[in-house]
């Protein structure tokens, strides 16, 4: 029994953990795939991404279609691991993840979009666990992720502007233009402050806190330094937007783990 009370709190999250990274890993790469399928001809126009395979052609857009079904295939097999509230959750995102290449084309917006997408694992992570979302906690983390994407996804998008105007790709960076400092900075805080009610009304320590307020001197770093109207700048930006929402992870893992210590 007490090898069992010692294990039990870290093989659960363990197992989720694995299922959810894998599934990551594969859904990403699946809506890589959606992507420079919808773009193949607009990214021979921009000069980071014509040397893309579909847009060299490397690839048709045929094995990109054989491609895409196997890593579809392969995510519908980690989400049958799944209650069946989750799968079902689970498998209405793919209807985010198809149209948001399309949005670079009728909106401004398509990095809120992106976010849509890339944030749902809020939702799913959640009902995978409990059975059911918990709309009052999950709602807010799910938009501070939102905002959060935001904020890379813009500087990222900047690194592109000038050819997107030629060829006719919107985006944020193109949006926002000179404020874009000002504007990513609110949505900063904006995330930061959603992601702090998150954890406030899911009753987290103070490890986590610890995890948000680093994350918010990353972001603050990062919108300080970047220069928008040069690329190898965004890039690292971008980059460092990353570790940002890493140690909003270690916070929760941390704050878990103090949790869980007093259960030995």
Aim: glycine fraction near 10%.
């Amino acid at each position: 029994m007490a090898s069992y009370a010692l294990e039990t709190p870290f093989i659960t999250p363990l197992t989720y953990l694995s299922l959810f990274g894998l599934g990551a890993v594969i859904m990403r790469g699946a809506g890589c795939t959606i992507n420079d399928m919808w773009d193949r001809s607009l990214d021979k126009g921009v000069d980071r991404t014509r040397s893309r395979p579909l847009a060299r052609g490397d690839l048709t857009q045929s094995q990109a279609l054989i491609f895409l079904g196997g890593q579809l295939s392969a995510g519908l097999g980690v989400l049958v691991q799944l209650n069946w509230y989750s799968i079902l959750l689970g498998a209405s995102s793919l209807s985010v993840v198809t149209i948001y290449p399309f949005m670079k084309r009728v909106t401004y917006w398509p990095q809120a979009v992106l976010g849509l997408a890339f944030n749902w694992g809020a939702l799913l992570g959640w009902s995978a666990v409990a059975g059911a979302v918990d709309w009052s906690v999950c709602l807010p983390l799910y938009a501070g992720g939102v905002c959060w994407t935001l904020v890379y996804d813009s500087i990222y998008a900047h690194q592109d502007k000038k050819d997107d105007v030629t060829v006719g790709i919107r985006s944020t960076a193109l949006l926002f233009g000179p404020q874009s400092r000002t504007i990513l900075s609110a949505l900063s805080v904006s995330s930061i402050s959603l992601i702090t009610l998150a954890g406030y009304l899911n009753a987290h320590g103070p490890a986590f806190y610890v995890g948000v307020g680093l994350a918010a001197a990353q972001l603050a770093r990062v919108l300080y330094h970047t220069d928008f109207d040069v690329r190898e700048s965004c890039w690292r930006g971008f980059v460092g937007c990353g570790w940002s929402g890493f140690w909003v992870w270690m916070g929760a893992v941390a704050d878990y783990v103090s949790f869980q210590l007093p259960l030995w």
